[in-house]
């Protein structure tokens, strides 16, 4: 049972180039969302989703895409990348009617210069 | 807006103390509340729901209490180790979402031998 599986766990970009941070989860979970952490910020909810085809804004959704084509998965994508996007990604899942706590993928480090 | 508040100092506590770390939040009224436990490089952990109706949650040694009158939390951990060491984050719903969470920033706790 592999639970949130983020890929890459680490990322260097140049300010101005795109990429797709990738989140899968196989719990069967209708709610995920992506935050991002930054020292002495805490968790900030960029985007997040209630089931395929549904996603929505969260705190912090300028510069971020999100799709949920399927149950498993929630990639998120940098459209161009800026200096301010620095920080670690987490992707977490849920069941959606039951608050049971969230399952944490391992992070995304993502630098960009 | 809503607000999370946690100790932004770390905490230092002796091996076999009791550890007590406060969550104050203003601004609404939430349903329930989570803690989290995050290591250095890793995901935050699940550890306790406690729902506005409960003054009180145990598990193993940890217990969390939930004011709703003075919109605080206290996490304790009882007999603390140095294998408790870690970032603890509070988590509430979102105003109006149900199952998105606000994190606060989290306490560092370190339990020295």
């Known amino acids: 049972n592999a639970g949130v599986t983020q890929t890459p766990k680490f990322q260097v970009l140049k300010t101005g180039q795109s990429m797709t941070l990738q989140c899968a989860q196989d719990?069967?979970?209708?709610?995920m969302s992506w935050y991002r952490q930054d020292p002495g910020m805490g968790l900030r909810l960029i985007h997040y989703?209630?089931?395929?085809?549904?996603?929505d804004q969260g705190e912090v959704p300028n510069g971020y895409n999100v799709s949920r084509s399927t149950t498993e998965d929630f990639p998120l994508r940098l459209l161009s990348a800026a200096p301010s996007q620095t920080s670690v990604y987490f992707c977490?899942?849920?069941?959606?009617?039951?608050?049971?706590?969230?399952?944490f993928g391992s992070g995304t480090r993502l630098t960009v210069v | 807006s809503q607000k999370i508040e946690q100790n932004s100092e770390a905490l230092n506590i002796q091996e076999g103390k009791t550890a007590t770390l406060t969550c104050n939040y203003t601004?609404?009224?939430?349903?329930?509340l989570q803690w989290y436990r995050q290591d250095p490089g890793r995901g935050p952990v699940f550890l306790l729901l406690?729902?506005?109706?409960?003054k009180e949650k145990r598990k193993e040694r940890l217990k969390v209490t939930f004011d709703t009158t003075l919109k605080q939390s206290l996490f304790h951990i009882t007999a603390s180790q140095p294998a408790d060491s870690a970032t603890y984050l509070c988590?509430?719903?979102?105003?109006?979402?149900?199952?998105?969470?606000?994190f606060g920033a989290g306490t560092r706790l370190a339990v020295h031998p």
């Open positions: 977490a899942s849920s069941y959606e009617r039951s608050p049971g706590g969230y399952t």
């Open positions: 719990m069967n979970h209708e709610y």
């Open positions: 989703s209630v089931g395929a085809g549904i996603t």
């Open positions: 601004n609404y009224s939430p349903a329930y």
């Open positions: 406690i729902r506005e109706n409960e």
């Open positions: 988590a509430l719903p979102f105003s109006g979402g149900y199952n998105k969470l606000i």
